[in-house]
């Protein structure tokens, strides 16, 4: 079962498709332009730790925000991806940051992701 994952910058969204059986299930997701950018980066280095800092210079670029809106903006990422399917998870690294994975049972699957 392959899963089509492309990013759309101008309409700032996440178009997946997955495909079963002989059937192609779209799904689109509208996200926030910090969300957007945020997953970007986690997407662009699945499985790799990324600190607070960086994902913080990459989702609000050139401005100072509270120290509450990136957990908050990875909660709504979260709720969002879930809505869609359970293939990604977002992990928190205590102390440090966070870290996109491919969920246990979609190891095996194709995922391709386009920028």
């Given at each position: 079962m392959p899963i089509?994952?492309?990013f759309h910058a101008g309409s700032l969204?996440?178009?997946i498709?997955?495909?079963h059986k002989k059937k192609t299930e779209p799904f689109s997701l509208t996200l926030t332009r910090s969300e957007f950018l945020v997953?970007?980066?986690l997407a662009s280095n699945c499985g790799k730790h990324l600190s607070k800092e960086h994902l913080f210079r990459i989702g609000w670029p050139d401005s100072y925000v509270g120290s509450n809106s990136l957990p908050?903006?990875?909660m709504s990422l979260?709720?969002?991806l879930h809505l869609v399917g359970d293939f990604w998870e977002i992990s928190t690294i205590q102390r440090h940051g966070y870290s996109l994975n491919v969920a246990m049972y979609y190891r095996q699957t194709k995922i391709k992701v386009t920028f």
């Open positions: 089509n994952i492309e969204a996440l178009v498709e997955k495909r997953l970007k980066e908050m903006t990875i979260r709720k969002k």
